[in-house]
């Protein structure tokens, strides 16, 4: 009899640490939908759709406190070093979500400024930049789900590829706006509108180097080959 309390206690904590669990993938996906809801309003020029997904990005903030006031809760409960660690994980995973969140509505808020300009031929690039970071966010979100320090270094070397599209996508804008004076507005915007792409990509990155940290504690992440020579192009 006297385990029951106990028991109570254990499954409430486990209660509580499922539903941590929960809001983080909830949050993360709403951001990973965000962006995908971002690209397809750069394709379409949708100005409604656009203001519709930059008015989103509230929701995934309130998230964000969500899962902040439910980590208070766990730390309150004393936890064990395993449990730390799942704390401090989920307070810096919420915080990368939550800024991915932000990238996507910025580049949603810069399709509305690319809209006064002619439709572009050269978008094609930023969606193939943004599908890369779709996919590393949701992989990312399984390899939290499922505490899988392989998986979530997977994601993390996936990140390369994407610092050699925006390299890529860098040098080409920079291109067209030195051969057309017309193309440096309508350039400018997509070069903002990669780099906060790139920058969803490294918070992708740094949760799945949070996944590591959950389950492996302080064990040295393997080096990581990072390809974006942007600050080196003349």
Same mark, same amino acid.
């Given at each position: 009899?006297?385990?029951?309390?106990?028991?109570?206690?254990?499954?409430?904590?486990?209660?509580?640490?499922?539903?941590?669990?929960?809001?983080?993938?909830?949050?993360?996906?709403?951001?990973?939908?965000?962006?995908?809801?971002?690209?397809?309003?750069?394709?379409?020029?949708?100005?409604?759709?656009?203001?519709?997904?930059?008015?989103?990005?509230?929701?995934?903030?309130?998230?964000?406190?969500?899962?902040?006031?439910?980590?208070?809760?766990?730390?309150?409960?004393?936890?064990?070093?395993?449990?730390?660690? $799942?704390? #401090?994980?989920?307070?810096?995973?919420?915080?990368?979500?939550?800024?991915?969140?932000?990238?996507?509505?910025?580049?949603?808020?810069?399709?509305?400024?690319?809209?006064?300009?002619?439709?572009?031929? %050269?978008?094609?690039?930023?969606?193939?930049?943004?599908?890369?970071?779709?996919?590393?966010?949701? $992989?990312?979100?399984?390899?939290?789900?499922?505490?899988?320090?392989?998986?979530?270094?997977?994601?993390?070397?996936?990140?390369?590829?994407?610092?050699?599209? %925006?390299?890529?996508?860098?040098? $080409?804008?920079?291109? %067209?706006?030195?051969?057309?004076?017309?193309?440096?507005?309508?350039?400018?915007?997509?070069?903002?509108?990669?780099?906060?792409?790139?920058?969803?990509?490294?918070?992708?990155?740094?949760?799945?180097?949070?996944?590591?940290?959950?389950?492996?504690?302080?064990?040295? #992440?393997?080096?990581?080959?990072?390809?974006?020579?942007?600050?080196?192009?003349?």
């Amino acid at each position: 009899m006297n385990s029951q309390p106990h028991d109570h206690i254990v499954k409430s904590y486990d209660e509580e640490r499922s539903r941590l669990t929960n809001e983080i993938l909830r949050m993360g996906e709403m951001a990973a939908a965000q962006l995908e809801s971002a690209l397809d309003v750069v394709e379409r020029r949708d100005d409604k759709a656009a203001e519709r997904i930059i008015a989103n990005d509230d929701a995934i903030d309130a998230l964000e406190h969500e899962v902040s006031q439910d980590v208070m809760k766990l730390a309150l409960r004393g936890p064990m070093a395993r449990d730390l660690r $799942e704390i #401090l994980a989920a307070l810096r995973i919420a915080a990368d979500i939550e800024r991915v969140g932000d990238y996507a509505a910025n580049v949603a808020k810069r399709s509305t400024a690319l809209n006064l300009a002619p439709p572009l031929p %050269y978008t094609r690039g930023l969606t193939v930049l943004g599908e890369l970071a779709v996919r590393q966010m949701r $992989e990312v979100l399984v390899a939290f789900r499922d505490s899988d320090p392989v998986a979530a270094q997977r994601v993390r070397a996936q990140d390369a590829e994407i610092d050699t599209v %925006y390299t890529g996508l860098f040098r $080409e804008l920079l291109t %067209y706006m030195m051969e057309d004076p017309r193309a440096i507005t309508p350039c400018t915007h997509l070069l903002f509108m990669a780099k906060n792409i790139e920058r969803i990509g490294d918070h992708a990155t740094n949760i799945a180097e949070n996944v590591w940290f959950l389950v492996k504690g302080d064990e040295p #992440l393997p080096p990581r080959d990072k390809r974006d020579f942007t600050n080196t192009v003349t």
